[in-house]
Nanobody, 121 residues
Framework: QVQLVESGGGLVQAGGSLRLSCAAS????????MGWYRQAPGKKRELVAG???????YYADSVKGRFTISRDNFKNTLSLQMNSLKPEDTAMYYC???????????????WGQGTQVTVSS
């Protein structure tokens, strides 16, 4: 089992920045890819950004140029730097991990509990 704990969400004005962090513990040897998903009320959960163990990254078109994903394989942490935030970025953000060494997967193996990001206009 892998445990993922997110932190760093909050309320920010449009145009502002937030940094999300995720700490992984447990069977971390099984982790290859990691990423951030988000789900807004009434919408499907979507992959925002993902990263492979080697550092290859994936970004959804809606966040390219504004969000940056990074990971520290020694500290077993994952981060998401979010700049130029927009009201449409408002959602619950979830950290996820998967065994496949890919920057994006359809079905992660493990999920965190989520952290709320709210962007006011």
């Amino acid at each position: 089992q892998v445990q993922l704990v997110e932190s760093g969400g909050g309320l920010v004005q449009a145009g502002g920045s937030l940094r999300l962090s995720c700490a992984a513990s447990g069977s971390i040897f099984s982790i290859n890819g990691m990423g951030w998903y988000r789900q807004a009320p009434g919408k499907k959960r979507e992959l925002v950004a993902g990263i492979s163990s080697g550092g290859s990254a994936y970004y959804a078109d809606s966040v390219k140029g504004r969000f940056t994903i990074s990971r520290d394989n020694f500290k077993n942490t994952l981060s998401l730097q979010m700049n130029s935030l927009k009201p449409e970025d408002t959602a619950m953000y979830y950290c996820a991990s998967w065994r496949v060494n890919s920057a994006a997967v359809n079905r992660p193996d493990y999920w965190g509990q989520g952290t709320q990001v709210t962007v006011s206009s």
